[in-house]
């Protein structure tokens, strides 16, 4: 099983700051099967990121990931008040798929 | 739009089984690979189950393998899982979403439901 592991554990921010959250794998994830999701207190989580760095459909171009291997980054650049919450990350690439622990992205 | 509706989980007791649904809505169900995720109350999230289009591939988590059925009926639209002896364990909101096949992301979700397994 592919572990992830998330840092760091909360972010604390202002609006318009950047975030830069990172995702390690314990094994090297093929063809960047990396995804982040987004997820607000008591909603589903929503897909941001696929593929490492491509963004979903509807997206903002503010957020952007990036990385390869065993490390991966997402970065929100100009935080704005709809950004706020818990972010993870997921591999797709083995069975079982797997997601790491979160990184809450809060207002400072 | 894509629709992905939960049916209402439950209090159930441990042991206990509960079968879940999913309506699926705004897109051609029979040609996406389904999935369920679960997120016990305040922790992370726990990918279950995959099923492919046609419903003859499926794996499972471990900690579920064995006690959860994942099924789909396309006639209708519907995702379905199968809870069997149900553990405190098993507590969480459930969660399915939909998958554009196998090395693909889960790109969209229902509002999830909440099971509950207690005496």
């Known amino acids: 099983e592919i572990v992830l592991t998330q840092t760091p554990d909360t972010l604390s921010l202002s609006p318009g700051e950047r975030a830069t959250l990172s995702c390690r794998t314990s094994q090297s994830v093929s063809s960047s099967y990396l995804a982040w999701y987004q997820q607000k207190p008591g909603q589903a989580p929503r897909l941001l990121i696929y593929?490492?760095?491509g963004r979903a459909t509807g997206i903002p171009d503010r957020f952007s990931g990036s990385g390869s291997g065993t490390d991966f980054t997402l970065t929100i650049n100009r935080l704005e008040p709809e950004d706020f919450g818990v972010y993870y990350c997921q591999q797709y690439d083995s069975a079982p798929i797997t997601f790491g622990p979160g990184t809450k992205v809060e207002i400072k | 739009e894509v629709q992905l509706v939960e049916s209402e989980g439950g209090l159930v007791q441990p042991g206990g089984s509960l079968r879940l649904s999913c309506a699926a809505s705004g897109f051609t169900f029979s040609r996406y690979w389904m999935t369920w995720v679960r997120q016990a109350p305040g922790k992370g999230l726990e990918w279950l189950a995959n099923i492919n289009e046609d419903g003859r591939e499926n794996s499972y988590a471990d900690s579920v393998k064995g006690r959860f059925t994942i099924s789909r009926d396309n006639a209708k639209n519907s995702l379905f899982l199968q809870m069997n002896s149900l553990r405190d364990e098993d507590t969480a909101a459930y969660f399915c979403?939909?998958?554009?096949?196998?090395?693909?992301?889960?790109?969209?979700w229902g509002q999830g439901t909440l099971v509950t397994v207690s005496s």
């Open positions: 593929g490492a760095s």
């Open positions: 979403a939909r998958r554009n096949g196998r090395g693909h992301p889960f790109d969209s």
